[in-house]
């Protein structure tokens, strides 16, 4: 069985940074990406950023590729997201998946 878990998010300001770990137990095929997402209130549930598992490549939602950094500690089964210069509008429940396997999220707020 999969599991994800998310940490890291917080209460900031516009302007500041936080970092979002996601840990990934189980077995997970390398050919999946695993990805960060995020919901805010009343929205949908929205793609940020991603990083292929074997070769690393990143790729990111065109709003956040600026500010945003994925990176990945293959050893520990762990993801980063780095966020950056981080705006009212960032404030959204973070998740992470990979394969169809969500984390439980974490809250990420940002106050102008």
């Known amino acids: 069985q999969v599991q994800v878990v998310e940490s890291g998010g917080g209460l900031v300001q516009a302007g500041e940074s936080l970092s979002l770990s996601c840990t990934v137990s189980?077995?997970?095929?390398?050919?999946?990406?695993r990805g960060w997402f995020r919901q805010a209130p009343g929205k949908e549930r929205e793609f940020v950023a991603g990083?292929?598992?074997?070769?690393?490549?990143?790729f990111y939602e065109n709003s956040v590729k600026d500010r945003f950094t994925v990176s990945r500690d293959k050893a520990k089964n762990t993801i980063y997201l780095q966020m950056n210069s981080l705006k009212p509008e960032d404030t959204a429940v973070y998740y992470c998946?990979?394969?169809?396997?969500w984390g439980q999220g974490t809250q990420v707020t940002v106050s102008s």
């Open positions: 998946s990979v394969d169809n396997s």
């Open positions: 189980g077995h997970v095929s390398s050919v999946y990406a």
């Open positions: 990083i292929g598992w074997d070769d690393g490549n990143p």
